[in-house]
């Protein structure tokens, strides 16, 4: 439950799964419209969805951490839901 941890599975998978896209694509001989349009949609679409899984932590951490919230219980309670949040696209 380490948000640093969380925070880092999230860009390790996002960073192997667009690496794995950007590989498929170069061996690829189609057009570069073809590859996006037809033949890696998904994949592509896929590593967007990824990317911004990723991206949404980060920054909500950052809000969180950014605001002046009086009760400690209150800031382990958001971190705790943003755990979930980042666990359960984890799995």
């Known amino acids: 439950m380490d948000p640093d ?3 880092r599975a999230l ?11 950007v590989q498929m694509i170069g061996k690829s001989k ?3 419209q073809e590859k996006q349009n ?7 679409n896929r590593m967007t969805k990824l990317h911004l899984i990723y991206i949404m932590y ?5 809000t969180i951490a950014s605001q002046q919230i009086q009760d400690a ?3 382990r309670v958001y ?3 943003l755990a979930n949040f980042a666990l359960k696209y984890l799995q």
């Open 38 to 44: 037809t033949l890696f949609a998904i994949e592509v």
């Open 79 to 81: 971190m705790t839901i």
């Open 73 to 75: 219980n209150v800031r």
């Open 30 to 32: 189609a057009s570069m």
């Open 5 to 7: 941890h969380i925070q």
């Open 11 to 21: 860009a390790t998978r996002s960073t192997f799964y667009a690496s794995k896209v």
């Open 58 to 62: 980060e920054r909500a951490r950052a």
